[in-house]
T-cell receptor, first 112, second 112 residues
Framework: NAGVTQTPKFQVLKTGQSMTLQCAQDMNHEYMSWYRQDPGMGLRLIHYSVGAGITDQGEVPNGYNVSRSTTEDFPLRLLSAAPSQTSVYFC???????????FGEGSWLTVV | QKEVEQDPGPLSVPEGAIVSLNCTYSNSAFQYFMWYRQYSRKGPELLMYTYSSGNKEDGRFTAQVDKSSKYISLFIRDSQPSDSATYLCAMSGDNYGQNFVFGPGTRLSVLP
């Protein structure tokens, strides 16, 4: 019963490096999204997708890129890491219009 | 003013106490209200879901919505140490995942 799986759990990057956070879900959900969680800020939506081949920007998209080639996978790319991107990142999925958003376990990213 | 406000705590209570967690919001279009529980180093998980105004009870948990005051509450009866977590409120006007707005969370500690 995997649900939403994120990798890696922890990552340290140097400023300017790029990396990809992986996300996969096995619930056949149309909707997938990426959030970042910072102290006192709550969960902020970075990018989302309502189906394979369809992506859109959320509240804080700058510096991030996404693609959705399959229903199951929704990777998040950091193009050129900056210290301001130090955060906890959560991938999530749900049915298109569903009250339950299922979250992954989180990825802790530090940019030095 | 943030769209959703929530006292960050931390809130410490003795085991067995009744806990009241609250959120206020400014957008009168919100009609779907949720409470998520987030344990340390884990992703949020849905605890309660309420549509429009009124109360909903599930075991020791009661969710209450007062749309006229733009105020929602989560009550925990007979609190247990296992309830120690951060509680996030979330709300939406249309139940589409990309339009969910999350509060910053209240950290609760239930002391044995």
């Amino acid at each position: 019963n995997a649900g939403v799986t994120q990798t890696p759990k922890f990552q340290v990057l140097k400023t300017g490096q790029s990396m990809t956070l992986q996300c996969a879900q096995d619930m056949n959900h149309e909707y997938m999204s990426w959030y970042r969680q910072d102290p006192g800020m709550g969960l902020r939506l970075i990018h989302y997708s309502v189906g394979a081949g369809i992506t859109d920007q959320g509240e804080v998209p700058n510096g991030y890129n996404v693609s959705r080639s399959t229903t199951e996978d929704f990777p998040l790319r950091l193009l050129s890491a900056a210290p301001s991107q130090t955060s906890v990142y959560f991938c999530a999925s749900s049915t298109t219009r569903g009250n339950t958003i299922y979250f992954g376990e989180g990825s802790w990213l530090t940019v030095v | 003013q943030k769209e959703v406000e929530q006292d960050p705590g931390p809130l410490s209570v003795p085991e067995g106490a009744i806990v009241s967690l609250n959120c206020t919001y400014s957008n009168s279009a919100f009609q779907y209200f949720m409470w998520y529980r987030q344990y340390s180093r884990k992703g949020p998980e849905l605890l309660m879901y309420t549509y429009s105004s009124g109360n909903k009870e599930d075991g020791r948990f009661t969710a209450q919505v007062d749309k006229s005051s733009k105020y929602i509450s989560l009550f925990i009866r007979d609190s247990q140490p296992s309830d120690s977590a951060t509680y996030l409120c979330a709300m939406s006007g249309d139940n589409y995942g990309q339009n969910f707005v999350f509060g910053p969370g209240t950290r609760l500690s239930v002391l044995p």
